[in-house]
Nanobody, 127 residues
């Protein structure tokens, strides 16, 4: 059964950067969306970024409006690893970050479309 393991979380001051990684223990087809979600204190889990169709020409990337221009999602198929480069971090980015995958194009507003989840990695951004 597919397992996803996140790493790279930590504590950083506002304006800083972190790079999250999510390693899958098996190869994930290009027909699957790989995405990052986050859940902040007393907030619902929400989509942050997704990537789909890595082998179909250029992959399609998806971003929540709140992170556009600051976060970059990427995927290394040789390592079965998904990344999230987070720059210009803000205290509002404080959350548990989860890696997830699901069949088909990414829909960051539909948590139910993601079938497999990692355990999460904590990101804390201080003012």
């Amino acid at each position: 059964q597919l397992q996803l393991v996140e790493s790279g979380g930590g504590s950083v001051q506002a304006g800083g950067s972190l790079k999250l990684s999510c390693e899958a223990d098996v190869w994930i087809p290009s027909t699957y969306c790989m995405a990052w979600f986050r859940q902040g204190p007393e907030k619902e889990r929400a989509g942050v970024a997704g990537i789909y169709g890595i082998y179909v020409g250029s992959p399609t990337s998806y971003y929540a409006d709140s992170v556009k221009g600051r976060f970059t999602i990427s995927r290394d198929n040789t390592k079965n690893t998904l990344y999230l480069q987070m720059n210009s971090l803000e205290p509002e980015d404080t959350a548990m970050y989860y890696c997830a995958t699901g069949n088909g194009p990414c829909n960051l507003t539909d948590i139910q479309s993601m079938r497999t989840w990692g355990q999460g990695t904590q990101v804390i951004v201080s003012a």
